[in-house]
């Protein structure tokens, strides 16, 4: 026997259908980075680590997506800002211990860091990053690795840093390595989580600031 839904039903089946396919359009907002290209042409290789199924917007018209981990690269052949955003699952930003990535020099803005699926650590980010200027003033919650992010950069301050929530982050180690002119106040981070903060100013020769609110009874290594 056929059954015919009432018109108003299928409306409201429309409507409800329409709507979470918005809702969830809306929800997925993507990592996006702006890239300064200055000379061409231009390298970038985006460090995308661990779990990785993601889609990556160049900002030149092109469009790729990874399922596999690895220095993601791709050659701009015009000068000028570059948005690219990042949508998807992705554990790891960054090369954690093992340098810098190829065009990080090009890299002005993090304007934000969505809301990727299963993402924990900003491992190696911005090591070497001497042209960031800015990254958001919320940092995920659910990122619990900062090693090494902004291991060898140049400035004094990034804007937005000194408001991150870290109170999740559990791993500090050589977040600072060789920042040898950063000289920001972030002495109002919250550190309660804190596991190993080994080598976090080590050779950061400017640093110069009050941290005596930090808490750091959970650190087990602070070598």
Known sequence: MK???PAMLKGMIFLLSFLWLNTTTAFAQPMEFVFNITSTPATVELPLYGTVAVTVVW?????????????KTHTYNTIGPKTVTITGTLAQFGKGI??????VEY????????????????????????????????LPGTVTNLSFAFTNIDQALITNLESWNVSAVTNF???FDHASNFDQ???????????????MFSYAEAFNQNLSAWETGSATNMG
């Open 3 to 5: 059954v015919t839904l």
């Open 59 to 71: 900002g030149d018209g092109d469009t790729d997506n990874y399922t596999t981990q690895g220095d």
């Open 98 to 103: 093992n340098g810098s990535w190829t065009g």
């Open 107 to 138: 890299l002005t803005q993090v304007n934000s860091f969505g809301n990727l699926t299963g993402f924990t650590s900003l491992s190696g980010a911005f090591n070497d990053a001497d042209n960031l200027a800015s990254v958001p003033t919320t």
């Open 173 to 175: 180690h050589g977040i």
């Open 185 to 199: 106040n972030i002495g109002g981070w919250n550190t309660g989580s804190a596991l190993n903060m080994s080598y």
